[in-house]
């Protein structure tokens, strides 16, 4: 049986709050561009939701859509944010390079849960 239990919500909640506290190369959420999650973890969700209103990515729906999301035109902004499994921060890194974009923090997050915060950010023009 998959699915959320209040155990894993707590314990996301949790976790997200270790993975804000995971520097991001000084950028501040509310100033991301966009914040990609997968509502699927529960670590990932919290971390979403405590975010504010900035846009957001759901990779939960994005799998189902070949990540067309992440292909299309990013709101201007200073960072795109992520908590994700290694898997897809793989992936959303390769898309995001292909636009310009560059790591500039990237952390394991958690015991066991093979998630990692990270931060990407514009390229500078030379």
Do not use: I, N
Not at 26 to 51: E, H
């Amino acid at each position: 049986m998959s699915g959320v239990t209040r155990r894993g919500v707590l314990q996301g909640g949790a976790l997200a709050g270790a993975a804000l506290a995971v520097p991001a190369a000084g950028a501040a959420l509310r100033d991301a561009a966009l914040v990609v999650y997968d509502s699927r973890l529960p670590a990932s969700l919290a971390f979403a939701r405590s975010v504010g209103s900035v846009r957001t990515l759901d990779l939960a729906g994005e799998h189902a859509a070949l990540f067309a999301g992440l292909r299309g035109p990013l709101p201007p902004g200073r960072a795109v944010e992520g908590l994700t499994r290694w898997s897809d921060w793989t992936g959303v890194r390769k898309e995001l390079e292909r636009q310009g974009w560059r790591v500039s923090a990237e952390a394991p997050v958690g015991h066991g849960q093979h998630l990692f915060r990270w931060t990407m950010q514009p390229r500078k023009k030379s």
